[in-house]
DNA sequence: CATCTGCATCGAAACGTTTCGACAACACGG
DNA sequence: CCGTGTTGTCGAAACGTTTCGATGCAGATG
């Protein structure tokens, strides 16, 4: 409650020189510093954060809007944190905008100066808050990759290139039939591109590499039936000897159920690469190798070029970065077994 | 960037008048109010967000603090949008706080007044956030149960309560020997106490009601096998004949696997009952019935009383809100089948 | 000694609102 | 026609900072 002005009276120096002494932005004697330092700590004293930002200051806030408000899938919370994080790391709070309409909500947000940028989260294919961007008049960063970003930059894990190193890895294996196992948040967000990005480029990537790819059938979650999927496609003559996992991690932890009891072993009997996941915050019964999403690069990476909009005025309109998908072995990939009289059912 | 002035001089009026035209803190006439908010909208003018707090207002923010950095359960997200929503509802944002030391974090954005009050999320028993609430200087509420709570509100669901529930439930359908799974996460987050509460009062409860209680053995994540768990607790002939589920949802997916391979039937051969725990945001390979926290109900309740204190200036400190479980039937509960010769293996 | 330079400090303006007090215009009852 | 009240509007103060320009003073330079 105390403000610059007690501080002033305290130390019996001018309001002024109290201010120039937290900001460094003159010279003061130390003699005078020091009493200043006292007084402020003595009275406890924090300037007003809105008082601060009245003479064009920033306010050192950024917005972070995550999109559908229907949170099933968990990273979410890994965003907001590494979002938090970085943007801490750099000095900024972060606003956790809800809203029924998410555009009004950025929207007065940024106008009204609470939030000096905006970060996009869970963005799809056809993203309307990214496509009205330019109406923010603070910079806007995408994670995700909508294909309207002439307003905003984009950062991303490069997801073709994904299905490209995943098709690879396997054909290096030696693996010649893969089943592609899916999630059904396929059903609820068909919009979410970046799952059939990795798709489509894994597909054409393992057909260019003369290999056969199956795909499970989406069903709702609570159908899923792991003995069905397992019976059709691992265990006859011609089945799959590596999965590939597009699916929530819950989905696959059921596939590695049935495996471990039947008796087929990650990764001698059949290999499991997850794609596009984030398996690292997720208890599961067996390491599994993966091609993760990577909040934390994302946000860093999104955090670095809002701050260099924001405070060097850099203009990050149509900016797009893609990052190299990383690769974490957890055992569960080998050879292919030798083409045999297939299962052991 | 258009200013209250820039409005003024298009509406050909006074600051003033536009200020009370668009608070309607005073009676303005039909024709100038209109005149107004034509220029308010051709401008498309929204206020400065700390001018309009510089004369003693509100920020019309609330900070919200997660305790841990390592999220690992995905309710933390649910907890965040429950308690922006309801935030956005009476009008407020929520600023989100990450720092490395998070009473630091909350001192300078209360002190600062950029929050006007305080969401302590992921309370421990002894929560440094909450035994330090007097010093923020603004109301505080906890979702959970610390020891010192002098300073604080008080917001969860009433775990003692639950653990009664669970055990009437059990024996009212004929359980007489049932097993707790229990999560890993005591492992990790010892001081976390809803999960003892509960454990504690179902004990206290079950042997009262003469049933005899099972706990599982805890072990890491990665470890844990639900094989072993399967054949120690519920395949003997006085194997348990229930399982109250405490644990990971992961963890429970897989037990269900391995029961189903098995033939286990559920709830035929076994019931099975969570507590704590939030499968709906959750895809589990079968429905089971729960008595689940509840984020939407204690963010509203803290929302409330949050708003109550800062807007109406209620004395919160110490109060202590407690909800009675909610039961949610899924069909994972029956009577205990007949004791006979046990298990299937 | 007269200037100049640099340091330390101060007073006041500025930021964009809200709100208080004033006042003109008008209506009404006496 | 005078008080009294109401309505609509305005000007200016206030909020708590930051920062500009000015000033006083000490020491260096001519």
Redesign the interface.
């Known amino acids: 409650?105390a403000g610059i002005k007690d501080v002033a009276k305290a130390a019996g120096v001018s309001v002024s020189t109290v201010s120039y002494v937290l900001s460094g932005k003159r010279s003061i004697s130390n003699k005078t510093a020091d009493r200043v330092l006292d007084a402020v700590n003595r009275l406890?004293y924090?300037?007003?954060?809105?008082?601060?930002?009245?003479r064009g200051h920033l306010?050192h806030?950024i917005a972070?809007a995550?999109g559908r408000?229907e949170?099933?899938?968990?990273s979410?919370?890994?965003y907001?944190?590494q979002t938090?994080?970085r943007a801490?790391a750099g000095g900024y709070?972060?606003?956790?905008?809800?809203?029924e309409d998410p555009v009004d909500?950025i929207?007065?947000?940024a106008?009204?100066?609470?939030a000096d940028g905006v970060v996009l989260l869970d963005v799809e294919e056809n993203d309307l808050r990214a496509a009205r961007a330019a109406e923010y008049?603070k910079p806007c960063v995408c994670i995700g990759f909508p294909k309207d970003h002439d307003d905003c930059a984009c950062v991303d894990v490069d997801f073709a290139c994904m299905g490209r190193l995943a098709a690879d890895r396997l054909r290096d294996l030696g693996h010649e039939r893969v089943v592609l196992l899916r999630s059904?948040e396929h059903l609820s967000e068909p919009m979410s591109g970046y799952l059939n990005l990795f798709r489509d480029s894994f597909i054409a990537a393992a057909e260019d590499r003369q290999m056969v790819v199956m795909e499970s059938e989406l069903t709702e979650?609570?159908n899923?039936d792991?003995?069905a999927f397992v019976s059709k496609y691992l265990i006859p003559k011609n089945g799959a000897t590596a999965i590939v996992n597009q699916a929530?991690?819950?989905?696959l932890?059921?596939v590695l159920?049935?495996l471990?009891?039947?008796g087929m072993d990650v990764p001698q009997y059949v290999s499991v690469l997850s794609c596009g996941t984030l398996l690292d915050?997720?208890?599961?019964?067996?390491?599994i190798s993966e091609m993760p999403i990577t909040p934390a690069v994302q946000c860093s990476r999104a955090m670095s070029l809002l701050l260099g909009a924001i405070e060097e005025h850099h203009d990050i309109r149509g900016e797009v970065d893609l990052s190299v998908p990383t690769f974490i072995d957890r055992g569960s990939l080998s050879r292919a077994r030798e083409a045999q009289k297939g299962g052991c059912g």
């Open positions: 409650m406890n924090i300037p007003d954060a809105s008082a601060r930002k009245m306010s806030v972070i995550p408000r949170v099933r899938h968990s979410l919370s890994a907001f944190m938090a994080l801490k709070d972060v606003l956790l905008l809800t809203g909500d929207l007065r947000v106008q009204s100066n609470l008049g059904v979650y609570r899923f792991a003995n929530d991690p819950s989905v932890n059921t159920g049935v471990s009891v039947s915050s997720y208890p599961m019964s067996k390491g």
